[in-house]
């Protein structure tokens, strides 16, 4: 079975320092992978989404950026966190198979900045 | 530009039917998700519309109405551990969902 491991859970970041976030997923090959951020009682906004190595779209201009060095692993960075970049940061894994492909997030990483 | 509406909350008792309707606008549409997340956890997957009609899964039901541009989650029997929010997303493209605000359900004794 498919699963996808999202580190860490938590964490808290003074504001000007960096971040890395990172997602693997086991049990399937050629993934595609997505970055979503969540504000308090908001709906998802999709941030980067990838097909394969090295690509990376983003959808939302901003401070952050993402890279996939390896078939089943997302990272997410920042150079200099904002105070804006607080939020709950979710990974997804959808198979690539085309539209309508169910979406399966991590459990998610609570990022406060200070 | 694109948009989702749905409810911010719904209130129902164990047992009863609770509908959750979502209204869209958007530039390219293949079809409507809905997903499932309890407080503090990760969302969940719980139906895809891609065709006008009910889709039925359990106690779970989701319709789409593409002439509308609007869906709604149906679910019956309802239990306590169906408090969650609810989120529809619309598939715009090459697996780029839209989700919306999402609506709170509360499902009380």
């Known amino acids: 079975s498919q699963t996808i491991h999202q580190w860490p859970a938590t964490l808290v970041q003074p504001v000007g320092s960096p971040l890395s976030l990172e997602c693997t997923v086991e049990g399937t090959s050629n993934p595609n992978l997505y970055w979503y951020r969540q504000a308090a009682g908001r709906g998802l906004q999709l941030l980067f989404y990838?097909?394969?190595?090295?690509?990376i779209s983003s959808e939302v201009p901003q401070n952050l950026s993402a890279s996939r060095p390896q078939d089943r692993q997302f990272i997410l960075s920042s150079k200099k966190l904002l105070l804006s970049d607080s939020g709950f940061y979710l990974c997804?894994?959808?198979?690539?198979?085309?539209?309508?492909?169910?979406?399966?997030f991590g459990d998610g990483t609570r990022l406060s900045i200070l | 530009g694109q948009s989702l509406e749905q409810p911010s909350e719904v209130t129902a008792v164990e047992g009863a039917i609770v509908q959750i309707n979502c209204t869209y606008q958007?530039?390219?549409?293949?079809?409507l998700s809905w997903y499932q997340q309890h407080d503090g956890g990760a969302p969940t997957f719980l139906s895809y519309n891609a065709l006008d009609g009910l889709e039925e899964t359990g106690r779970f039901s989701s319709f789409l109405s593409r002439s509308d541009s609007y869906g709604y989650l149906l679910l019956q029997e309802l239990q306590m551990k169906d408090s969650a929010s609810y989120f529809c997303a619309v598939s715009r493209g090459f697996q780029k969902l839209v989700f919306g605000t999402g609506t709170r359900l509360l499902v009380s004794p």
């Open positions: 990838s097909v394969g190595i090295g690509q």
């Open positions: 997804a894994w959808s198979r690539d198979g085309g539209v309508g492909q169910p979406q399966h």
């Open positions: 958007t530039s390219g549409f293949y079809g």
